[in-house]
């Protein structure tokens, strides 16, 4: 069996991979203990201020129809509110309630503690 030897390139995109998929499992962790689904705590994380349906399904890459099980769940949960636009009620906003500020707040912070011990 031969032993691969990887470029500099090829080892910094396999180390950037590996911190990807870790920090991915540190979010899935964080999350559950917040009762959230992984999309929902990336959902939170994105909302570092307001964004519309459109815009979050475009950072997801898929159909809006697909963010909208996410945004429910995090409307039931009241960690977030739907606000029409007003030139066009078929756009939704979506804000950060209070309960929402501080839970990302409580992700973002053990995130960032977690993601310093890949160092």
Do not use: W
Not at 37 to 54: C, E, W
């Amino acid at each position: 069996m031969s032993k691969t030897i990887k470029t500099g390139t090829e080892q910094e995109l396999m180390d950037i991979l590996y911190s990807l998929l870790k920090i991915k499992h540190q979010i899935i962790e964080i999350g559950t203990k917040h009762n959230l689904t992984l999309m929902q705590s990336f959902t939170l994380l994105i909302l570092d201020k307001p964004k519309t349906t459109l815009k979050i399904s475009s950072i997801y890459n898929c159909d809006a129809s697909n963010v909208s099980g996410i945004i429910d769940g995090l409307e039931a949960k009241r960690l977030i509110v739907k606000k029409a636009d007003p030139k066009d009620h078929r756009v939704k906003h979506i804000n950060l309630t209070a309960k929402g500020l501080l839970t990302r707040k409580k992700l973002v912070e053990k995130l960032n503690v977690d993601c310093l011990s890949l160092e």
